[in-house]
């Protein structure tokens, strides 16, 4: 089955700085790449998706970049702020199957 | 309106104790997850169903049943609990099974067992 990797565990960086949380899988049949954002005992929120055939995708602050033949995909967090300290989540599927997602990364914004 | 919606939001008891956790959706999705998260934070696919039917059944001790009465509702009873069971579980919906449809959670239960 699917492996995500998700590095690293954890990120402090200093508020205004910019983030990038990576994840690798190990099935190249894996097509649509979520992000989670999950705050202290709060449920898990998509912030951002990536399909197989979208090589970078931007909302406003955060952007996720997607390389298919290294089989990794990127979070990029710019202009960070205390509120954007959460776990966030990758994860990965394809067809019909349900998603498989990395172990988090911890990230803190210090004011 | 919450969209997915569970409960109990907290849930005590002993060991060897049975209890349930419903789940509920007013989203029109077809399918429905159940998670489990550690205390590691590791967020873990439990079950799927689609259509009131089972579609992932992952390795799972039977002491879980989960149980779907419509689309919108998938129930999770779990006998004899045991120490390990102790994590926060979510409930999920999603349009479709799959495809890269966005997932939606529930605001979870933290199971505590004594």
């Known amino acids: 089955g699917e492996n995500v990797e998700q590095h690293p565990s954890t990120l402090s960086v200093q508020e205004g700085d910019s983030a990038v949380i990576k994840c690798t899988y190990s099935?190249?049949?894996?097509?649509?790449f979520p992000w989670y954002k999950q705050e202290l005992g709060k449920r898990p929120q998509l912030i951002i998706d990536?399909?197989?055939?979208?090589g970078e995708k931007k909302d406003q602050r955060i952007a996720v970049t997607l390389n298919k033949t290294a089989k990794h995909f990127s979070l990029h967090i710019t202009e960070t702020q205390p509120e954007d300290s959460a776990v966030y989540f990758c994860?990965?599927?394809?067809?019909?199957?349900?998603?498989?997602f990395g172990k988090g990364t911890m990230l803190l914004v210090s004011p | 309106d919450t969209a997915v919606s569970q409960t109990p939001k907290y849930l005590v008891t002993q060991m060897g104790n049975d209890k349930s956790i419903k789940c509920e959706q007013n989203?029109?999705?077809?399918?429905m997850y159940w998670y489990k998260q550690d205390s590691k934070k590791f967020l873990k696919i439990m079950f799927s169903?689609?259509?009131?039917?089972?579609?992932i059944n992952e390795t799972v001790p039977n002491r879980f049943s989960p149980k779907s009465p419509d689309k919108a509702h998938l129930n999770l009873h779990i006998n004899s609990l045991e120490l390990g069971d102790s994590a926060v579980y979510f409930c999920?919906?999603?349009?479709?099974?799959?495809?890269?449809?966005?997932?939606?959670f529930g605001d979870g239960t933290r199971l505590s067992i004594l």
């Open positions: 099935d190249s049949a894996s097509n649509y």
């Open positions: 169903y689609n259509n009131k039917e089972l579609i």
């Open positions: 999920a919906s999603s349009q479709g099974r799959g495809l890269g449809q966005p997932q939606h």
């Open positions: 990536i399909r197989s055939n979208v």
């Open positions: 989203l029109g999705h077809d399918t």
């Open positions: 994860a990965a599927s394809k067809g019909y199957s349900t998603l498989t």
